[in-house]
Each structure stands twice: as structure tokens, then as C-alpha cells.
């Protein structure tokens, strides 16, 4: 069993950085896909970014070139660097892990971050 623990979030103005943590614990194979998901106000959730194994990222279009996932192995740790936040940013940041091959899916229970314009 993995638990996932967000921190970070807050009120950043338009322009703005925040650099959000995911800690986990319990065992995190390099296998796993971490992501970063989030979900705005009144929309679906969606994927903002994904580290891979062999360490490729991938990134929604929206924050390419803003955004950037980095993993600590170490650290049981992942964390989503943001840059050039924008008032649409604002949503709820959701830390995912997931496995298929051996049915692994965690959640966190996300941290919000808003951007003020």
C-alpha cells in the first residue's frame, strides 16, 4: 500500500512560481508512472504531467515549456515545478502513481493552487 502526501499548493500571483512535493510512502517501484493531474473548478480532471520509466517526461500542451516533473528516488519524492503560472492554472494538484502491471493506483488527496491575475 502507497500513500501519497501533497504540499505546496497556495496563492501565487499571475507570472508566479510554486513548486509542489509529493512524498510517498510505502515502497515505489521504478516501474511506476508518477503524474501530476489536476482539476479546476467545475472541469474533468486532467494529466499535466507524467514521469516515465527510464526517466521520460511528458507534458500537457497547455504547460509545456512551464512546467517541470522531476523524481527523487531517494526521497520517495516527486515534485511539479511551476513557472509562468497563469490564472487558468487554478485547480487542485493530484499526485498519481500507477502500475499496471501489477494493478498499483494511488491518490493523493491533492493540494489547491490558485493564481490571482
Known amino acids: 500500500q502507497v500513500q501519497l502526501v501533497e504540499s505546496g499548493g497556495g496563492l501565487v500571483q499571475a507570472g508566479g512560481s510554486l513548486r509542489l512535493s509529493c512524498a510517498a510512502s510505502?515502497?515505489?517501484?521504478?516501474?511506476?508512472?508518477m503524474n501530476w493531474h489536476r482539476q479546476a473548478p467545475g472541469k474533468q480532471r486532467e494529466l499535466v504531467a507524467t514521469?516515465?520509466?527510464?526517466?521520460?517526461?511528458n507534458y500537457a500542451d497547455s504547460v509545456k515549456g512551464r512546467f517541470t516533473i522531476s523524481r527523487d528516488n531517494a526521497k520517495n519524492t516527486v515534485y511539479l515545478q511551476m513557472n509562468s503560472l497563469k490564472p487558468e492554472d487554478t485547480a487542485v494538484y493530484y499526485c498519481h502513481v500507477a502500475n499496471g502491471a501489477y494493478g498499483r493506483d494511488y491518490w493523493g488527496k491533492g493540494t489547491l493552487v490558485t493564481v490571482s491575475s
Open positions: 510505502g515502497r515505489i517501484f521504478s516501474s511506476d508512472r
Open positions: 514521469f516515465t520509466i527510464g526517466g521520460s517526461t
